[in-house]
C-alpha cells in the first residue's frame, strides 16, 4: 500500500507569488492532518480534516493560508500571497479511525523556500 | 495548551552504546508517537505507544500514562541512528492533532 503522498517535494518560489501544496491520503483513511516545520517553531498542526470536513484550524497562521480537501483522495494547502516567512516543510499525515489505534502516518514533506 | 517536553536536547554517543529518550507531557494521553526524522527529513514512525511497553528489534518503548512521561531506549546504537527523535501526543476528546516535543539531536560517532 502506497503510504502519504505529497508535491511537489520541493518548490522555490518568489514573494508574492501563490503556492499549492498537494496532499494525498493513505487510501481508506478518514483524518487528513497539515502541519508545518521551521527551526524557531518545530512541529505545529496547522489544519486537519475528518471525512474531508475542515475540524480545526486553528493553526493556519494568517488568512493567506487555505486548506481544502475536495474528496477522500486528496487535499491542497494553499499560500497566497507568499512570504519569505513561509518558508519551511509542509507534511501531510492521515490516519484512520475505529480500529482501536489513533496512529498518524506521514507523507515525505514539500520542502518550501520563498525568496 | 499542551506542553511536550523533551530531554536530552541533544546527545552524542559512541556506536555500541546505549541510550534513553524521555518525553513528559502535561495532558491525559489518547496517542502518543515517537518518531525518527532521518537526515532526508522524513519522520518514521517508531512506535504508537499510548500506554504500556513496545520492543521492536534495538528499540523500546515505554509509557507511564497515569505519570505522563514515555521512554525511547535505544540499545547497541549505530551510525544510522542518528537524528533527531520527536515525541508527539493528543490528548483526544476532539482534539486529535498531534502536539510535538522540540526533539533529541541524537549523533552517533563510528
Known amino acids: 500500500d502506497a503510504g502519504v503522498i505529497q508535491s511537489p517535494r520541493h518548490e522555490v518560489t518568489e514573494m508574492g507569488q501563490e503556492v499549492t501544496l498537494r496532499c494525498k491520503p493513505i487510501s481508506g483513511h478518514d483524518y487528513l492532518f497539515w502541519y508545518r516545520q521551521t527551526m524557531m517553531r518545530g512541529l505545529e498542526l496547522l489544519i486537519y480534516?475528518?471525512?474531508?470536513?475542515?475540524?480545526?484550524d486553528s493553526g493556519m497562521p494568517e488568512d493567506r493560508f487555505s486548506a481544502k480537501m475536495p474528496n477522500a483522495s486528496f487535499s491542497t494547502l494553499k499560500i497566497q500571497p507568499s512570504e519569505p516567512r513561509d518558508s519551511a516543510v509542509y507534511f501531510c499525515?492521515?490516519?484512520?479511525?475505529?480500529?482501536?489505534?489513533?496512529?498518524?502516518?506521514f507523507g515525505p514533506g514539500t520542502r518550501l523556500t520563498v525568496t | 495548551g499542551i506542553q511536550v517536553e523533551q530531554s536530552p536536547p541533544d546527545l552524542i554517543l559512541q556506536e555500541g552504546a546505549n541510550s534513553t529518550l524521555r518525553c513528559n507531557f502535561s495532558d491525559s494521553v489518547n496517542n502518543l508517537q515517537w518518531f525518527h526524522q532521518n537526515p532526508w527529513g522524513q519522520l518514521i514512525n517508531l512506535f504508537y505507544i499510548p500506554s504500556g511497553t513496545k520492543q521492536n528489534g534495538r528499540l523500546s518503548a515505554t509509557t507511564v500514562a497515569t505519570e505522563r512521561y514515555s521512554l525511547l531506549y535505544i540499545s547497541s546504537s549505530q551510525t544510522t541512528d542518528s537524528g533527531v527523535y520527536f515525541c508527539a501526543m493528543d490528548p483526544g476528546g476532539g482534539a486529535d492533532g498531534l502536539t510535538f516535543g522540540k526533539g533529541t539531536h541524537l549523533i552517533i560517532q563510528p
Open positions: 480534516f475528518n471525512n474531508n470536513v475542515p475540524i480545526d
Open positions: 499525515a492521515s490516519r484512520l479511525s475505529g480500529r482501536g489505534t489513533y496512529e498518524q502516518y
